[in-house]
């Protein structure tokens, strides 16, 4: 009975992460509309507004829209990219010349494809996010780098020691409590209110590097 359980939650984990990918586009890729990317920690979930502490230290309503999702963030290594895999890497121009990751998100495969390219990013300064496939995977005494391959191009990076790598993991609505950080795709209106309709959580003791 516990071994038909644990199918039957992974099932609908993953049914849940492929429902998802119609909302994530707009996390990971430039809109149409005005993307509203808020990073911060939970200060109250009300109905269907959540209102998110943001890391600029101003307090954000977000409108929850009809059927959101949530899913939770999960720490992991580079021993898990694998060649093959499709990923986010959140990327800023090295001192070398190249690209250097700031973090790295594994996707799930039902999630492979989501947001598809290499676009401007606002993590940080002059930073890049590019969803694509490992094509190559480097470790060796020289470093260790990813190469990324996209419908439009190519693009290899480096992963310095010590940058956050996780994975999405299971979320309910109990875990949007006060005090946990967030990651929360948005968009704004322009009446200036900002919706969504996915959230991103830290859970399990991982802050969502995105």
Same mark, same amino acid.
């Given at each position: 009975?516990?071994?038909?359980?644990?199918?039957?939650?992974?099932?609908?984990?993953?049914?849940?992460?492929?429902?998802?990918?119609?909302?994530?586009?707009?996390?990971?890729?430039?809109?149409?509309?005005?993307?509203?990317?808020?990073?911060?920690?939970?200060?109250?979930?009300?109905?269907?507004?959540?209102?998110?502490?943001?890391? %600029? =230290? /101003?307090? !954000?309503?977000?409108?929850?829209? $009809? @059927?959101?999702?949530?899913?939770?963030? #999960?720490?992991?290594?580079?021993?898990?990219?694998? %060649? =093959? /895999?499709? !990923?986010?890497?959140?990327?800023? $121009? @090295?001192?070398?010349?190249?690209?250097? #990751?700031?973090?790295?998100?594994?996707?799930?495969?039902?999630?492979?494809?989501?947001?598809?390219?290499?676009? $401007?990013?606002?993590?940080?300064?002059?930073?890049?996010?590019?969803?694509?496939?490992?094509?190559?995977?480097?470790?060796?005494?020289?470093?260790?780098?990813?190469?990324?391959?996209?419908?439009?191009?190519?693009?290899?990076?480096?992963?310095?020691?010590?940058?956050?790598?996780?994975?999405?993991?299971?979320?309910?609505?109990?875990?949007?409590?006060?005090?946990?950080?967030?990651?929360?795709?948005?968009?704004?209106?322009?009446?200036?209110?900002?919706?969504?309709?996915?959230?991103?959580?830290?859970?399990?003791?991982?802050?969502?590097?995105?």
């Amino acid at each position: 009975m516990q071994r038909s359980l644990a199918r039957r939650t992974t099932l609908a984990f993953v049914l849940g992460l492929g429902a998802a990918t119609a909302f994530l586009p707009a996390a990971f890729a430039q809109s149409s509309g005005q993307p509203e990317r808020v990073r911060g920690t939970i200060e109250s979930l009300e109905d269907t507004t959540l209102t998110v502490k943001s890391r %600029e =230290g /101003d307090s !954000v309503a977000i409108t929850l829209a $009809p @059927g959101y999702r949530i899913t939770g963030i #999960a720490k992991a290594s580079v021993a898990d990219i694998k %060649e =093959g /895999d499709f !990923v986010g890497v959140a990327s800023v $121009p @090295g001192s070398s010349g190249g690209a250097d #990751a700031v973090e790295v998100l594994i996707f799930p495969k039902a999630m492979a494809g989501t947001g598809e390219g290499s676009y $401007p990013w606002d993590l940080e300064p002059d930073s890049t996010m590019t969803n694509a496939t490992v094509s190559n995977k480097v470790e060796n005494a020289d470093g260790r780098e990813l190469t990324l391959t996209y419908p439009s191009g190519e693009k290899t990076v480096s992963l310095p020691e010590g940058i956050p790598i996780v994975t999405f993991a299971e979320a309910t609505k109990a875990d949007l409590e006060p005090g946990a950080p967030v990651f929360v795709p948005a968009q704004k209106a322009s009446d200036g209110s900002i919706s969504t309709a996915f959230v991103v959580v830290g859970n399990q003791g991982v802050v969502p590097p995105m």
